[in-house]
């Protein structure tokens, strides 16, 4: 499948009203219209056309669907990163949405030779002005990376973004929260000095409270830390 039209009519047989009518309140896309597709089904249509991942990004587009297709099948292909790299980097500029972002980034798959340069990438990206291409390096520094020099990377990085991007500062929340799981202790040490916003601190609290993977303990220390500093 090459032909815009093609793909078209493959999505708008696999819609579903009610599922369009969810998705538009969730997604909150301000640009493309919603035509109700799952996302499985969007990732097995990118799976297909993984191989020809540069032709499918090219086409045309006016849909929400049709921008998770191009960034999932970047992510699927079988390239080496220095081929994808400026494709991911444009695919960064093209999202206006959380769904996008982050289907894009569980999509990524590179191979071990290559992580330094994804870390690098990611890196770049976290620091761009634009709040959608800043949450995709941050989330994928968080997916992808855990050692512990990577995280305090990532944390110092943390530091020195600009607040007040909604969608940037949730992903913020969301990395301090994943970190949390096997650094609760640099994580609560972080939450007590760092100098990110209390509305960033409360979210990141929230969703450490909201996981099956923390002690009570530690939910109760991040917490008590982030309270006193309201």
């Not at 894009?104 to 071990?112: E, Y």
């Not at 600009?162 to 994943?178: H, K, L, N, Q, T």
């Not at 990110?196 to 923390?214: E, N």
Request: glycine share 4%; with cysteine.
């Amino acid at each position: 499948m090459t032909e815009r039209g093609e793909l078209i009519s493959l999505l708008e047989s696999l819609s579903e009203e009610k599922f369009r009518v969810f998705n538009e309140k969730i997604v909150h896309t301000s640009k493309y219209r919603v035509i109700g597709v799952r996302m499985p089904d969007l990732k097995a249509i990118a799976k297909e056309h993984r191989a020809d991942y540069k032709e499918i990004f090219e086409l045309p587009y006016d849909s929400f669907e049709e921008i998770i297709i191009k960034g999932a099948a970047v992510g699927f292909a079988d390239a080496p990163l220095c081929e994808k790299e400026p494709y991911i980097i444009r695919y960064a500029e093209m999202i206006d949405n959380w769904a996008e972002c982050d289907c894009f980034c569980s999509c990524i798959k590179v191979k071990k030779s290559e992580e330094d340069d994804l870390l690098r990438l990611a890196e770049g990206l976290m620091y761009r002005k634009e709040e959608f291409v800043s949450r995709v390096g941050t989330v994928l520094m968080f997916s992808k990376f855990s050692d512990e020099p990577t995280v305090r990377k990532a944390l110092a990085i943390y530091d020195r973004l600009p607040g007040g991007e909604y969608y940037r500062d949730m992903a913020v929340a969301w990395g301090i929260s994943v970190y949390c799981v096997r650094y609760p202790q640099l994580i609560v040490k972080y939450l007590e000095h760092s100098p990110i916003s209390i509305a960033v601190k409360l979210a990141a609290a929230q969703k450490i409270r909201d996981s099956r993977r923390i002690s009570d303990e530690v939910k109760r220390r991040v917490t008590d830390t982030v309270n006193d500093q309201r």
